[in-house]
């Protein structure tokens, strides 16, 4: 009998430690398309649900159990690096019908997709999506080449009802990227060496303005940084949540 507690005490402890590591910030937004609910779930992972639709972007087992989370209607990935086109976490989250947007060299590596190339639109779940190129300026491998090479990485612009999300997966502050309108929700990335200081985010945020600024995939770099450098820039909210 003690020796069944111990197990049964072992099993709670489990269940408590998955469940805290599952409990992500939630932020909700009105729509004209109806709610909007983002889950920050950690690094460049991220879940939207509109009304009942779940859209899934850049899911990665690195950050969650996707076993536990709902599926997927519509998974976005940006890139074929691991900890962004992960083939076990869109299994998990997949069904029959679900949509996959993504980039050639991420198709190659899934063995299925459809690709958006960059400059390019689509229509899924009745959403408007665009993309752009994503890819190093500065920012290089020891033999000269991009740690993301144009042409091979997609941002997108995801457009629910009025609003219009960002997304910028692995970036650096590109002249497409500054040169965005009308967006209300950005996603840029911040962490060396492959994308963003916080001076660069600070400089693309600056530019095109979206009226909220959510720094990601920001690794150790000091989230204080990129809030002490939007201070004062008018209509641009910068909302710092948990996304190393």
């Known amino acids: 009998m003690a020796k069944m507690r111990v197990i049964l005490s072992i099993l709670l402890i489990s269940v408590s430690i998955n469940a805290r590591s ?41 950050e969650a159990n996707y076993s536990e989370l709902p599926d997927a209607d519509l998974v976005l990935i940006t890139h074929h690096h691991g900890d962004h086109c992960d ?62 090479a144009k042409g091979t990485c997609n941002s997108y612009i995801v457009t629910i009802g009025d609003k219009k999300i960002f997304i910028g997966g692995d970036t650096e502050n590109t002249p497409e990227m500054k040169a965005l309108k009308d967006i209300d929700m950005a996603f840029l990335p911040m962490n060396l060496p492959y994308t963003m200081t916080p001076e660069m985010v600070a400089d693309a945020a600056k530019a095109f303005k979206p009226k909220i600024l959510y720094p990601y995939h920001y690794g150790k770099t000091d989230t204080k940084i990129i809030a002490d450098l939007m201070k004062g820039v008018k209509g641009v909210e910068t909302r710092i949540r948990k996304m190393p």
Do not use: W
């Open 22 to 62: 599952q409990d992500f910030e939630v932020d909700k937004f009105e729509t004209s398309a109806g709610p909007l609910e983002i889950t920050f779930i950690g690094h460049g992972s991220f879940m939207m649900k509109i009304n009942d639709k779940i859209i899934h972007v850049d899911p990665s087992t690195r």
């Open 87 to 148: 083939a076990k976490a869109v299994e998990a989250i997949k069904k029959n019908d679900t949509k996959i947007i993504t980039t050639q060299l991420a198709v190659d590596q899934l063995g299925f997709g459809d690709v958006l190339v960059a400059d390019g639109s689509t229509e899924a779940m009745g959403l408007k999506i665009a993309s752009i190129p994503a890819y190093n300026l500065v920012h290089k491998r020891d033999n000269g080449e991009p740690f993301h």
